[in-house]
C-alpha cells in the first residue's frame, strides 16, 4: 500500500486517512497522481493494479498524512473526474470529525461524518428530520435512513470493495457499471 505524507509545520493540527481508488481509467493514472500531488505538496507515485471487474480500469489504495481537511480537498480534487468510483477517509482530530468520501460515476459524490471508530455519524437534527418527515410510517423512515447513510453508494461500491480484498469471483458486476 502506498503512502501519502504532506509536509506541514509542525503546529498544524494533522489527520490521517486512506484513499481508495476503486476503478480509475488507465489514460487517467497520471492526472490523478497530479491532482493528488497538488493538494499534498509533493510527488505522488502510487501502486496500481488492474480492476478485475473491469479490466480496462486501474486502482490502488494508499494511506495519507496531512492537515485536517485533507481527504475533503483531495475528494474536492477527483471528483471532477467522472469515470473514478473512489473513497477518502480521513479520522477524527483534535476539533475534528472524522468523514468518509464517497464518489461514483452514476451517482456523484457523498459525504459522511465518522466517529474514532469508522462508524457514521448523523447528526441530531437529521435524525429528527427523518422522524418528522416519515410521519410514523416505517417503511418511509428506513428509506430516509439509507439515504443519510448514502446505502446506494454503499451498493454500488460493494462489488470493488470486495475485489480489492480478492474477491472479484463472488460478484458479478451489473452491467450498467461496465459501459
Known sequence: MASLATPVRHETPLSAGV????????????????ALAREIGSVVKLDWTPQPLIPSM????????????????????????????????????????????MHTPTLG????????????VLNEEAVRRIVATSAGDARKMAQMLGQALGEQW???LDPFRSAEEGDATIFELPQRFVG
Open 19 to 34: 484513499l481508495f481508488v476503486h476503478s480509475c481509467p488507465r489514460v487517467l493514472v497520471p492526472h490523478v497522481e497530479w
Open 58 to 101: 486501474m486502482r490502488t489504495t494508499a494511506e495519507w498524512r496531512g492537515p485536517i481537511g485533507t481527504a475533503a480537498e483531495v475528494a474536492s480534487s477527483l471528483f471532477g473526474w467522472q469515470q473514478l468510483r473512489f473513497e477518502i477517509t480521513e479520522d477524527p482530530a483534535a476539533g475534528s470529525d472524522g468523514g468518509r468520501w
Open 109 to 120: 459524490i457523498f459525504h459522511l461524518h465518522t466517529d474514532v471508530v469508522g462508524n457514521v
Open 154 to 156: 454503499d451498493e454500488e
